[in-house]
DNA sequence: ATAAGGTGCAACCTCATGGTTGCGTATTTC
DNA sequence: GAAATACGCAACCATGAGGTTGCACCTTAT
């Protein structure tokens, strides 16, 4: 299970419009290079390595270069990391609740 | 269906630690106050209000006045928001992976 | 060999963020 | 009414994030 630590890294690598378009971009399946995803994106080439190199190291990307060029692919992996955290809290919240319901239901006014 | 710029708002304010913890805190499904927060959180009361009005305006928490105290409620369906999201891209990577496979399978070496 | 394509590095700028401190205001409580 | 509680507002500070530009480097194509 991601930590509380780990977590808030990967939410925060997604927390950025222009990162999370890349992260959606890589939702494809395949394997993209810097170029080619920084032409479809309103920024610089530059900035662009910049969120994927942040997006690698919040484990939400893995790189591999071939040739003159590095092809980033998504690591699904992590998108359950994130989503069983939410579910994590999820879970506490309903828990919480039921446990009220059942004790209202139980007596006590 | 959470937009992509709504989605990265929510990833964002779930994005830093201090933040992650008091939304996790009201994991617990009951209300609770600024003061109640700050103490269980290592940094000070208006920090700790900077945060909450952050995560309200991500739609993450809401807030009632009550006398002379703010009570902070968990916002669950926000919680499904962002797990709709992550599915979304999700599904479409399973999606073109299928492909990829169908298309293996059905010939071209 | 030369040119073109793909990336790395580094400096630089601006602005938002996370945090603090200090003081003022409303609400309870005694 | 006075003291304690719970909060708001504003100034301030340091750092980091997102972005750009310029140039150098390696790889592939001609």
């Given amino acids: ?7 808030a890294a990967i ?10 378009s890349l992260f959606a971009a890589l939702g494809d399946g395949a394997a993209h ?3 080619e995803l920084a032409d479809d994106a309103p920024v610089t080439r530059q900035a662009v390595t910049k969120h994927l190199k942040a997006l690698e190291r919040a484990g939400l990307v893995a790189s591999a270069r071939n040739g003159r ?3 980033f692919v998504m690591r699904r992996e992590a998108i359950d990391d994130a989503k069983g955290f939410l579910n994590h809290i999820g879970a506490q919240w309903d828990g919480a609740l039921d446990r009220l319901k059942a004790h209202v239901e139980t007596g006590e006014a």
């Fill in 69 to 71: 060029e590095i092809r």
């Fill in 33 to 35: 290079s810097i170029t």
């Fill in 11 to 20: 939410f925060a690598a997604l927390g950025d419009p222009t990162r999370l």
């Fill in 1 to 7: 299970m991601a930590t509380s630590e780990t977590a």
